[in-house]
């Protein structure tokens, strides 16, 4: 496990003690630490909390994030299902899963809008979802990602897996099987759907879940929201509020300077120069962090209930799964 809040944590303790007249207070009262889970892949998690430490955004609103990095997903989720860690950023669907197993996370606050997702093809006369039918599609089947396609799918009578052939794998694979010709699409993430068609123009995106989901539901559709475990919020009851402050400020930053936050996903998670830039200047990269709590609790209470009725999920998860203050 690695942790990348040295530096970080050498500049906020640094800011802390200076130009203040209240260093005694605040050596007896230090600001309190979130543990926040991040990863090596160059995805949300670790590019957006990276963006917090090197702006200080956590210091600012009265918290250190202490970030520890995983190598996989499952070894990130099983992080916040044991309490190793306080707080990450996971798929809706995924969250509505530990609760109902027992896990006692909170959705805080929302993240990257479902504009992230995209299915990419080659062929030219593969225009949609709908002409994939038959065809070879590489996808990661244990993904929220899935979930959130099939369900889409099954609204317009199409079967996933009777309707065409799917090769499992993560979206790295998925990115390599589309490279090599061995399927017809793939279901991608941003920045490697960028990435990808830098590397080949030919490429196409033929699905884009933000749209599919606003003409299903009229809403915005949330791929990933943030989740804290409920010992985190009683060991510091107003961190759900600090943690969204923080999120909103990496939003604005995002929006306002996106050279900037190119520059340290160049430095920290090692994109190549102007593909995080490129992506969230075509709003493929969205992230807009608001609290869960307000009016975007519908929308994600919405997609709980079509996990159930899609068969993912058994059943809802209780009301308590979205924080409320």
Do not use: C
Not at 4 to 27: C, E, P, Y
Not at 155 to 173: C, P, Q, R
Not at 187 to 197: F, G, K, R, V, W
């Amino acid at each position: 496990m690695t942790r990348l809040s040295r530096r970080a944590f050498t500049l906020g303790t640094a800011a802390t003690l200076m130009g203040t007249t209240m260093a005694t207070v605040s050596r007896a009262q230090p600001i309190p630490k979130i543990r926040v889970g991040s990863l090596t892949l160059p995805v949300f998690a670790p590019i957006i909390v990276n963006i917090m430490k090197a702006r200080s955004f956590d210091t600012k609103n009265g918290f250190e994030a202490d970030v520890q990095v995983y190598p996989s997903f499952s070894a990130y989720y099983a992080g916040l299902a044991t309490g190793e860690i306080d707080t990450l950023i996971g798929g809706p669907t995924y969250f509505q899963k530990l609760r109902l197993e027992g896990v006692p996370l909170r959705i805080i606050a929302t993240g990257a809008t479902l504009a992230d997702l995209v299915l990419v093809a080659r062929d030219p006369a593969i225009k949609s979802l709908a002409d994939l039918k038959g065809k070879q599609l590489a996808a990661d089947m244990g993904s929220g990602q899935f979930q959130i396609l099939s369900i889409y799918a099954r609204s317009n009578k199409i079967d996933l897996a009777k309707d065409m052939t799917l090769v499992n794998a993560n979206f790295a694979v998925a990115r390599a099987q589309l490279a090599a010709s061995r399927v017809d699409a793939a279901m991608i993430i941003e920045p490697i759907a960028t990435m990808m068609m830098k590397d080949d123009p030919a490429l196409k995106i033929i699905f884009n879940a933000n749209d599919a989901w606003k003409q299903l539901t009229g809403n915005t559709g949330w791929e990933l929201v943030y989740a804290m475990r409920e010992d985190a919020i009683k060991k510091v009851p107003d961190a759900p509020q600090k943690f969204v402050a923080a999120l909103q400020d990496v939003t604005s930053y995002l929006r306002t300077d996106p050279d900037g936050a190119d520059r340290i996903a160049v430095e920290t998670v090692k994109l190549p120069p102007g593909i995080l830039k490129e992506a969230v200047l075509a709003k493929r990269w969205d992230f807009d962090a608001k609290p869960a709590w307000g009016a975007e609790r519908k929308g994600i209470w919405d997609t709980f209930e079509r996990a159930v009725a899609a068969g993912f999920h058994p059943k809802l998860p209780d009301e308590a799964i979205i924080y409320a203050p």
